[in-house]
């Protein structure tokens, strides 16, 4: 069952990208979406049977060296369950929103073929993923974390006859590829010190690191400490953190189905991969003060920039970024179960929202700017209910001092109590 959900949206991208030819373009589309929802479903049937018992499946060998040997595997734990659920219910879910979204797009001339090219490069973006969240050592992961970067910059420049588009992709690679300079420093630092990539072997290895020292870049570190700290660089650049989250703005240049994915699945990679590392992360306090000062300082800033945006996707996309400083300040204080609530209630309603702006966007003529929005109540009803369930959902409001109230305020609360019971220097400032 795990691999036919690891694969399915690799065939399904095949499907979509190549036998459109033959088969025809509504039909790849149609063999893709469903292969999606095979993989949602059984995701789930995954996700409500676990025991709780990790379990690793192996498939191949990956690489195999003198020094070096890592195979490619499944690690399914309550973690990659999670995952499992929120990466193929939301990539179905956008598969079948793109089929209206994209119908006559005014980018593309008529007669051209296109829908099938995007829902490939969104099957493979989920495939890439999926390989990212199951991955049992961090050469699979790293492959699945570039692989969600490739697709992502083929979403972003989809409109390829439009310049801002391009620019858009460009500065999204380039920003990430910065940030991944730590990740890809830490992983060589963890081979050396470990003789090792695997998840169990790393783990295991944490206390020891924590008491080696290191020489890097002139001045003398705390091993745990400085590949925490490079990891979390990796993270917080994938995660749109600050002085890394402009390229999250500029992808909303793509399509909405694009935009939507990117805010909802691609970005929580970063909270998924801190989360998963957080054995790492407990031998580090100094790694776990700076994820929680970059993660209270995104939420405040990006929630400020937020209110002052004019473009609907573009304030989404910030109160995205703002959204993932919250977790990232749950990360950094240890509370791991909670950063994950929010990061699986958050994916679901920020895809409301998300999907909802696309058919705002299209009842206003193709028009993103908020000024000239009004009585979208009576034009668009349910589009109006659905989004303001997602906003009472994003703001957390329920009922003081109970659990009533909708998902956003469950998970916040916890968030802030965790932070609050903390009684640490950073949390404080959080």
């Known amino acids: 069952m795990l ?34 929802f095979l993989a949602a479903i059984l995701s789930w049937l995954v996700f409500l049977t676990f025991d709780g018992q990790l379990q690793q499946i192996h498939i191949l060998r990956f690489i195999e060296s003198a020094t070096l040997s890592t ?17 193929t219910t939301v990539s179905s879910l956008v598969h079948l929103y793109s089929f209206g979204a994209l119908h006559n797009d005014a980018q593309f001339k008529e007669g051209e073929t296109y829908k099938p090219r995007f829902l490939a490069y969104l099957s493979f973006f989920t495939f890439a993923m999926l390989l990212l969240v199951t991955a049992d050592n961090l050469v699979q992961l790293l492959v699945g974390w570039q692989g969600v970067s490739v697709a ?21 690679f380039v920003v990430n590829r910065v ?31 924590a008491q080696t020292r290191l020489d890097f870049l002139w001045t003398d570190w705390n091993a745990a400490n400085l590949l925490a700290l490079l990891l979390c660089i990796g993270a917080l650049g994938k995660s ?7 390229w999250l703005a500029d992808a ?3 399509p909405t189905p694009a935009a939507a994915i990117h805010a909802t699945a691609m970005v929580t990679a970063g909270v998924f991969l ?6 790492l992360l407990e031998y580090a306090p100094l790694a776990m003060t700076f994820i929680v000062i970059t993660g209270a300082t995104t939420a405040f800033f990006a929630a400020s920039v937020a209110l002052v945006q004019t473009d609907i996707k573009r304030l989404l996309a910030y109160s995205t970024c703002s959204q993932l400083g919250f977790m990232f300040v749950a990360v950094g204080v240890g509370a791991y179960s909670v950063a994950m609530l929010h990061l699986f209630s958050f994916a679901f309603f920020n895809t409301l929202l ?3 702006a696309g058919s705002v966007i299209h009842a206003m003529q193709h028009g993103q700017d908020l000024r000239n929005y009004g009585a979208l109540r009576k034009r668009i009803p349910l589009t109006y209910y659905a989004m303001l369930i997602g906003t009472l959902a994003i703001t957390g409001v329920g009922i003081a001092l109970t659990t009533i109230g909708f998902a956003g305020f469950l998970s916040s609360g916890a968030m802030i109590q965790s932070t609050f019971g903390a009684r640490t220097q950073a949390g404080n400032y959080a």
Not at 71 to 87: F, N
Not at 240 to 246: K, P, W, Y
Request: with cysteine; proline share 3%; net charge positive.
């Open 274 to 279: 801190v989360c998963r590392m957080s054995p």
């Open 3 to 36: 691999q036919t959900i690891l694969f399915a949206p690799l065939v399904a991208a095949f499907i979509a990208g190549f036998a459109w030819r033959i088969i025809g373009g509504k039909a790849a589309q149609v063999l893709a979406a469903g292969l999606l």
């Open 240 to 246: 749109a953190q600050i002085f890394l989250h402009r």
């Open 152 to 172: 992502s910059y083929l979403l972003i420049g989809f409109y390829y006859r439009k310049p801002a588009a391009g620019a858009a992709a460009i500065k999204a």
């Open 354 to 356: 998300f999907l909802g």
């Open 179 to 209: 940030a991944d300079l730590g990740f890809v420093l830490a992983i060589f630092g963890l081979f050396y010190l470990t003789d090792s990539l695997k998840m169990d072997d790393i783990f295991t290895a944490a206390p020891k690191l």
């Open 252 to 254: 909303m240049q793509s």
């Open 71 to 87: 195979d490619w595997g499944v690690r399914l734990d309550r973690l990659s369950a999670i995952m499992l659920v929120l990466v």
